[in-house]
Nanobody
Framework: QVQLVESGGGLVQPGGSLRLSCATS????????MNWYRQAPGKERELVAT????????NYADSVKGRFTISRDNFSNTVYLQMNSLKPEDTAMYYC?????????WGQGTQVTVSS
């Protein structure tokens, strides 16, 4: 049974930091690229960050470059998103996603709220 379980979301003040985790099971994690998406109320889901299966290459949305860092641990089958210098516009539900060719798995999401 495939599972992706996000954690680490919460309420943080502008300028603060959060580290999201996505623990996975039920598939060969090291074969999959991993992505973090987010969706704010009334907006489309947005790709935030991507890391290749081996962890060699990463990519970021322009809106988070220099502030967010994606990483993965292929031993613990977990992907992370370190978020620094958070802004109110980062408020959204954050989802992790595993992708290999046409196979895609999603987590249930974790809420991040940036507010004073």
């Amino acid at each position: 049974q495939v599972q992706l379980v996000e954690s680490g979301g919460g309420l943080v003040q502008p300028g603060g930091s959060l580290r999201l985790s996505c623990a996975t099971s039920g598939f060969t994690f090291s074969n999959y690229a991993m992505n973090w998406y987010r969706q704010a109320p009334g907006k489309e889901r947005e790709l935030v960050a991507t890391i290749t299966s081996g962890g060699i290459s990463t990519n970021y949305a322009d809106s988070v470059k220099g502030r967010f860092t994606i990483s993965r641990d292929n031993f613990s089958n977990t992907v992370y998103l370190q978020m620094n210098s958070l802004k109110p516009e980062d408020t959204a539900m954050y989802y992790c996603n595993a992708q290999r060719w046409i196979t895609i798995y999603w987590g249930q999401g974790t809420q991040v709220t940036v507010s004073s």
